[in-house]
Structure formats: structure tokens, C-alpha cells
């Protein structure tokens, strides 16, 4: 298989190369970075699919598992579904590609073309799913389906973003409002929640609008873990007239790697900067305390300053925890 794709791969690069230069066939050395770079765009492809899948997955297991089967509802373009469905009996899988698209067709326009078209085929996707596969009713309690309603279809939006598209457009809208009217992201969809958990309590009941926040907020929490992942990360930036020493410790005790660059300390008795070298180095939240006090044992009055980092690539941390 893995040969048939490396055939199949080369067959493109040499039909790009061919259109681009007629006179003469294309030679390997002029192959081979095409084919490379056809190689890493196809296996974020298969990986971006595969997000999108278990998310689709996920969305229909807590739509119809849980929230479909009770009459409850959840906040976004989902939400917003699932209460028109309430009112109009219109199947949701048609609802939820109606109530998408709008959003969509302005995140081609905000974001690109290429996540619209993504998006609409994870909608669709989901859709379908909902439509044609049959999710066992799991739980009638209603402090069950809101929690794990809202934790599977946040599971779901999830793993779709980290795909590189949504399953529910008011991630997009938010955006698009924000920049408008200088307001964050979190501003805009807890207003779009408000409004629509108003109209949930005004045409169902206040109670179910009450579970209905409650699977909201167990959905956000999920999204938030699938797309932070379960370490978080901390940069720290270390300023030390024992610069040597902690760098000989990051790298051959903690077994880690360290950026240094070279700054100047603006205060200083004797007048004007001194120059010294700073140390930058990421390591997670669980291993912080052990590093901390690695650098205390070296200098108790170095000035480090701590940032979280939301994701890496690459590098040594994922690889080798410290010793």
C-alpha cells in the first residue's frame, strides 16, 4: 500500500513538473522535493479526516444519545437547531446544515475558502449522521444528559477544530463580530448564549434553559481540554549571573533544550547595561516545581518570568520527561 501511494505521488509530481515545463521530461532531482512535499500535505490530510471523523462521531453520540431524545438543547448554531427542531418538527440533520450555512459562507469570506468548504463537509457529515445512524437513548436523568450531552459534543467540536473546521458556525460569527466591534471572542458567544437560552426558557421552560447552560458549559470545558491537550505548557525566560550553570543544568541534568540570546540589564550600580545571556526553555506545569527548585539550588536570586504556552512542536519535551 505504502509503495502504491509513493508511486502514485511520484506520477503527480512528474505530471506538475510536465505542465509547468513542456520541453523535457522531468529529471528526479527536480522529482524528489515535490514528492516530499506531497508526502507531509497528504498525511495532515489523513490526520485532519480523522479528527473530523471522531468528532462528527462524537457530536451524533451526544445529539442523539442524550440531548435529541429529551427535548434538551445546547448553546450555538446547535443550539439553535435543536430548538427549531423543538418547534417545527423539521428533522435536525436538515437544521443543521440551514442553520450553518449563513455562518460559513462568512467564514469563506473571514478565514479562507478551503476551511469553508471543510466545514460544510463536516456539517454535512454530522448530517448525515444523525440522520441515518441509530445511537442507543443512554440515560432519561437530566443532570446525566446535560453533562455528558454537552462533554461528547464538546468532544466533538473539538476534534473537528483540531481538523481544521467546525460543526457549529458561531465560532465564525464571533470572530467576524469581534474584530468589528473590538469585543473578545468570549464576549460575543456568551451574548449569542444569552439570547438563545432567553428564547429556550421563554418557549420550553426555565428549567430547561437552566440544563441546557449547564450542557453548554460542560461542552466549553471539553472543547477547551481537546484543544489545549492534557499538559499544559510553561515558557520560562531565566536572568542570572549564573547563566553557565543553569544552562549546564537545563540541558545535561533536566535534559532539556534551551534557547540563548543575549540582552542587557538596565539597572545597574556601577551605571550603564551590562550585557548577559538569558535562557529560555519551555517545560510542563507538572514538572515546574522540580525545575524551580534545580534553579534555586544554582541561584536563589535569579529573575525568571513564566508564560503559558498553548501548544509545541518538535523539540525535546514530549520525547524525554526529567530525570
Known amino acids: 500500500m505504502k509503495a502504491l501511494v509513493s508511486k502514485l505521488l511520484v506520477l503527480i509530481a512528474r505530471k506538475k513538473l510536465e505542465t509547468n515545463e513542456t520541453i523535457a521530461p522531468a529529471s528526479l532531482k527536480k522529482v524528489v522535493p515535490i514528492v516530499r512535499t506531497l508526502q507531509v500535505e497528504l498525511k495532515h490530510a489523513v490526520k485532519e479526516f480523522l479528527f473530523i471523523a471522531i468528532g462528527v462521531i462524537s457530536a451524533g453520540f451526544g445529539l442523539k444519545g442524550f440531548l435529541l431524545p429529551n427535548r434538551f438543547i445546547d448553546g450555538g448554531a446547535t443550539g439553535i437547531s435543536l430548538l427549531l427542531q423543538n418547534l417545527t418538527h423539521i428533522p435536525l440533520s436538515y437544521l443543521l446544515i440551514i442553520v450553518n450555512l449563513p455562518f460559513l459562507i462568512l467564514g469563506a469570506k473571514t478565514f479562507n475558502l478551503k476551511f469553508a468548504l471543510k466545514s460544510i463537509l463536516a456539517i454535512t457529515f454530522l448530517a448525515f449522521v444523525v440522520h441515518y445512524v441509530d445511537y442507543p437513548t443512554i440515560t432519561d436523568d437530566k443532570l446525566l444528559i446535560s453533562v455528558f450531552g454537552g462533554f461528547f459534543l464538546g468532544l466533538g467540536i473539538g476534534m473537528a477544530m483540531r481538523g481544521g473546521s467546525v460543526i457549529d458556525g458561531t465560532e465564525v460569527l464571533a470572530l467576524f463580530i469581534g474584530r468589528k466591534l ?142
Open 182 to 323: 473590538s469585543m473578545t471572542i468570549g464576549d460575543v458567544l456568551l451574548l449569542i448564549n444569552i439570547i438563545i437560552f432567553s428564547f429556550g426558557a421563554y418557549i420550553l421552560s426555565i428549567e430547561t434553559a437552566l440544563y441546557a447552560i449547564l450542557t453548554y458549559m460542560s461542552a466549553a470545558k471539553t472543547v477547551d481540554f481537546v484543544i489545549d491537550g492534557v499538559e499544559e505548557y510553561i515558557g520560562v525566560t531565566i536572568v542570572s549571573e549564573k547563566h553557565e550553570e543553569i544552562r549546564i543544568m537545563v540541558t545535561e541534568k533536566l535534559r532539556r533544550a534551551c534557547t540563548i540570546y543575549t540582552g542587557k540589564g538596565g539597572y545597574n550600580q556601577e551605571g550603564g547595561a551590562q550585557e548577559k545571556d538569558i535562557i529560555y526553555t519551555v517545560v510542563t506545569r507538572l514538572e515546574l516545581a522540580k525545575f524551580e527548585t534545580e534553579i534555586d539550588k544554582i541561584d536563589k536570586n535569579a529573575f525568571i518570568i513564566m508564560g503559558l504556552v498553548k501548544d509545541l512542536k518538535g523539540g525535546m519535551i514530549k520525547r524525554k520527561p526529567l530525570k
